[in-house]
Structure formats: C-alpha cells, structure tokens
C-alpha cells in the first residue's frame, strides 16, 4: 500500500517514469541522475525528486538513482509487479485492434477472454481469443476474480457495459468507447478517445496567424 | 483565435463539452443546463460555468445552453469547424488499427496518407490508402501543407520520424509510440499509450485490502 496520501497528478506520472527507467535499464545503465531523467520525460529534475520522495529515499549522492532497485519499487508500487487478467468487451473494428495490440501482454496486463453480443462475432476467433457471449461475461469476471476491464463498444452500449462490469467486481475500467461513463467513487475509469487529442491540439493550431487567415 | 489566456487544463475539457454536446444533439435537445450537462461529465456544474464564461455568454436565464449555438461556437474555438488532414508513420500492427479506425474521418479529422519505410509494407493496401514510401514523407507533408501526424512506428524509431515530421511543417502529433517524444516549443504532442492509464488505475487497485493480500 502506498505510504501515504500521494496526488492523483503524481501517481498519473509514475507510469511515465516506469517506461522511461524500462527503456534506460534496456540501454544498460546502472544510475541515472534525475537531471537526466528530467530530459527524457520533459519534466524538471526537481519535479522528479519531489515525486519518488513522497516513496522513499532512492538517490544516491552524485550518482543519481539506481535504476533497478527504482525499478522495482515502482513496479511494487504500481502493482504491476504481478500480472493482471482483463476482460475486453467489444470485438468490432476497435475491439480487433485492442485484442491484437502486443503492448498489453508485453507490459503485464493479459486479455483473458474477449466478448461481444452480436451473434455474427461470437465464436469469431480474435487472435488468441474466441469472442464469447456478452451473456457470459458476469460469470466469468466472478469466477476470475477479474478487476480491470476494457470497454469497446459503440458510445450508445458503453454505459450498459460499465455497469454490467461494475456489478460483476470490476473495479478499472478502460474505456475506449466515446463518451463519459458513470460509476460509482469506487470504480475508476481512464478513457482513450483520440479524438479529444486532436482537437485538444488544433485549438493551438487555429490559434496560430497562419492557420486563422486559412480557416 | 482565443480572446484571451486558456489554461491549458480548461483547453483540455473543452472537447469533452463538445462530445457531450453532439450527443446531445443528436438527442434533440434544444437546451441543456450546466447542471445536466456536470451530470454527464462528472464535471460540477461551477466548473462549467466558469470555463465557458473565459469565451463569452451562452447560458440563457432559466433555459440553460443553446445546444447548436454553444456546439458551433466549441467548432470554431476548437479549430473543427473544418477538416484536418493528418498523415499517419508506421503501418504495422499499431499502424493498421490507427488507419482503420473509422472515428477520426468521422469528426472531422482525415488520413491524407500513409507511410512506412518497411519495403514489405510499401505499397500494400490499408483500408483506402495503399502505404507509402518513408522517402515521400517530407515532400508530401510540405505539399499538402499537414499541420497533424500519428507516429504508429516502434518507439526506438518514433523521435527520428518526429524530427522529420516537426522539419517538414507539422506542428500538432498524436504520438501511439511507447516512448516520450522530444519537441520543440511550437510543436504540441499528445500521447496515447493505454497501459499507462492501466497502471495508473492498478496503483488504486493495488492498494485495496483484498488485493494488497494477494501480491
């Protein structure tokens, strides 16, 4: 458990440090300072020390941080020193994709079954996957103990899904569906909608004097 | 251009009271009030309030938002009241599920073109595009004048295709790439990397008692 109360701004951080101290382990180095780090990630060293502080004590005096023993605490801290069973839910177009995405398995997270409701994709192999019935999905996220979740259905089926998952024990759930799901304080959802990046972007880009005089 | 200075943080919600909106227009609402609108995003009506009071006066004593109104206004502000043409890097397995995704053209945002420089990959078809060369990156971006790009490519190759990509003119990338991207100020770059957003969710799971018990 974390050690005390950490900002939910910081813990979002600590995955960007976990890849970051991934790709550097890879590269073979033993230490990196937090300036070094800092570059990396587009984020001050001073930010970075006061982020790990509120975890411990991890730097050593002019070498910096030493990046297994990091590694690994964060990986603790995270919970992702264990492997996690998601169910996906959705097995169209976006569904395809996010079952053949390698990412998932690679970094720890294992689809365990993926479902649909639509009798023309149930039985459909997806991968390494047979696309199961909706109707099944409540005994096996039970029977599983599953906590985590990947929703992608059509926006207008997403919130009948969350709640579907949320009263089988789902308590993350990522939602690539378009559109804002409710669900109780308990459950946390993270959403990936590529569109609200792009436009997030374009607001700056219609800003600039060039891009205004075109539109 | 914007009126006055945006927080970025509000910039970053303003898509979100777009989605919303567009749903509720295609419910056929005339009018929304803050309060049913917080409702949907889980975002406090004050909130609201507030950060489209920083683009001028919507809200109607008593009736609420003018649902088409405040849509075209969030159009223009957000610089989606025309379409964009993107050009999307890599075309493998990443690649493939980012060009077949039918939600960009949808809102408004297109695939110009797609580029590899995998010769088992050049010229096969991707949904409507065939893959392009990596050589003909540059010159197309520039004679398209492309202000968006996806980088869809294995991480160690994702800052070289952005420095090629930021060189040619574009300004705005949606980074799928594992990896943190370094830009120069007048690029903006927004980053999909879903087990990010699982680990962060995981940190929360793994610090409920039940789970703590089991790692």
Do not use: C
């Not at 169209?92 to 994709?97: K, N, R, T």
């Not at 103990?145 to 207008?156: D, Y």
């Amino acid at each position: 458990m974390p050690e005390r109360h950490v900002p939910d701004i910081v813990v979002a951080r600590l995955p960007l440090y976990l890849r970051a101290l991934s790709a550097i382990q890879r590269e073979g180095l033993a230490f990196i300072s937090s300036k070094e780090l800092g570059e990396r990630l587009s984020i001050s060293p001073a930010q970075i020390r006061k982020d790990l502080s509120l975890f411990g004590d991890f730097g050593r005096q002019g070498k910096g941080y030493e990046v297994n023993a990091l590694l690994a605490r964060l990986r603790r801290i995270l919970g992702v020193d264990r492997e996690w069973l998601m169910v996906l839910v959705g097995a169209g177009h976006l569904g395809s994709a996010v079952a053949n995405y390698t990412g998932f398995a690679q970094r720890g997270f294992r689809i365990a079954a993926v479902f649909d409701n639509d009798p023309q994709r149930i039985g459909v192999r997806l991968g390494e996957h047979v696309v199961r019935s909706a109707d099944e999905l409540d005994a096996f996220v039970r029977a599983h103990a599953i906590r985590l979740a990947m929703i992608a259905v059509p926006a207008s089926a997403a919130q009948t899904v969350a709640d579907q998952l949320v009263r089988a024990g789902v308590r993350g759930i990522l939602n690539y569906a378009p559109v804002t799901l409710t669900v109780p304080p308990s459950v946390r959802v993270e959403n990936i909608d590529p569109v609200l990046h792009l436009q997030h972007m374009t607001y700056y880009l219609s800003a600039e004097p060039e891009a205004a005089g075109t539109s």
